[in-house]
Nanobody, 127 residues
Framework: QVQLVESGGGLVQAGGSLRLSCATS????????MGWFRQAPGKEREFVAA????????YYADSVKGRFTISRDNAKNTVYLQMNSLKPEDTAVYYC????????????????????WGQGTQVTVSS
């Protein structure tokens, strides 16, 4: 069984930085696409960033573009989300997601494409 475990969340001051990690276990191969989503209180889960297995193709939500960077280390079965210049509106539970289908042609932001999800890690940005 595949499991995704997020870590690295916490409390940070506005303008600060934080790095999230997502470790994948139970899979004999690296997931072709890995993504990050977040959900703030009272809001729906929204797309943050995604990356393909090679690491050469990334995609970001407009709200985080230029501030967040997604990367992955396939040897460690881990994907990262480096978050800089954090704002209070970035406060949310951040979820890691994995898509095992290398042929899926849908958009990265579509929640339904992802087959596995982590339990989430809380990120709180204070001002």
């Amino acid at each position: 069984q595949v499991q995704l475990v997020e870590s690295g969340g916490g409390l940070v001051q506005a303008g600060g930085s934080l790095r999230l990690s997502c470790a994948t276990s139970g899979s004999s191969f690296s997931m072709p696409v890995m993504g990050w989503f977040r959900q703030a209180p009272g809001k729906e889960r929204e797309f943050v960033a995604a990356i393909r297995w090679s690491g050469g193709v990334t995609y970001y939500a407009d709200s985080v573009k230029g501030r967040f960077t997604i990367s992955r280390d396939n040897a460690k079965n881990t994907v990262y989300l480096q978050m800089n210049s954090l704002k209070p509106e970035d406060t949310a539970v951040y979820y890691c997601a994995a898509d095992r289908d290398p042929k899926y042609s849908g958009t990265y932001s579509y929640r339904g494409r992802y087959d596995y999800w982590g339990q989430g890690t809380q990120v709180t940005v204070s001002s």
